[in-house]
């Protein structure tokens, strides 16, 4: 039970906006993170879903429901996420070893012009993306901020984590933990996949969030591409780096289901 209660601490005090907590990260405290960090996305997702009902009564044109849909998940989890997505920019964009490129992930002070450009760029699509999002996509999209935090912890739980990160103390080393772990967050995508589908039926366009889901995998097939051919294996900014990009393919393969004639 305490390790059920510190993880569900250390997954909201890292993971979401908040005070950072005093416990110390360690295997023990984090057993059972990774099947907290999706309901940081739930918060996400609710927002977002709400603010889809609220906002053609108080906004007139799209750019600011765009705005909001964009920064809102950023700020409920406190730029974690983001942060990754610039540490892997900076060192994709460095064309080193992999040592070298694995030490520009643990550097706080390492700031590169690409990786500042990718995220300036990253927002742009973003927003222009949301922007022309038609609001019953709205609806099935939201789910993206579950689903991507849930296949980051299957993907840390999975495949092989480059020795010495920080994100070796989210595994635990007892199997049958380990397993539930990934089994709930299956669960959780298997959960959003069928809302979304049940959404997307209602007005008829079932091919929207097939589409969205695929633009999951192509995510995260990426995304182990990268971690395999540059670095070795995965850490945290790279899974952090595939959560950011998750939350703008799977929205532009929505729009793309909307907008393909076929």
Known sequence: MKGLVNSFIMAFSGYAAGGKSKLERTKENCSFILIFIPLIGLISTVLVNRWAVLYPYVCENPVLPAVFAVVVPIIISGGSNLKGFFKVTDALSSHKSKEEKLKILTLDDHSGYSAIIACIVYFLVAIGIWSEMPIDGIFVVAFTYIISRSLFGISLLTMKIVPGNKAENFVPDNKLVKWFQVLVNLGFIAISAVLMYD???????????????????????YYIYIAKRHFGGLTEELASFFVTVCEVVMPFATLFAFKNPF
């Open 199 to 221: 959404i997307a039926l209602s007005f008829e366009m079932v091919k929207v969030a097939i589409i969205c889901l695929v633009g999951a995998v192509i995510s995260y097939l």
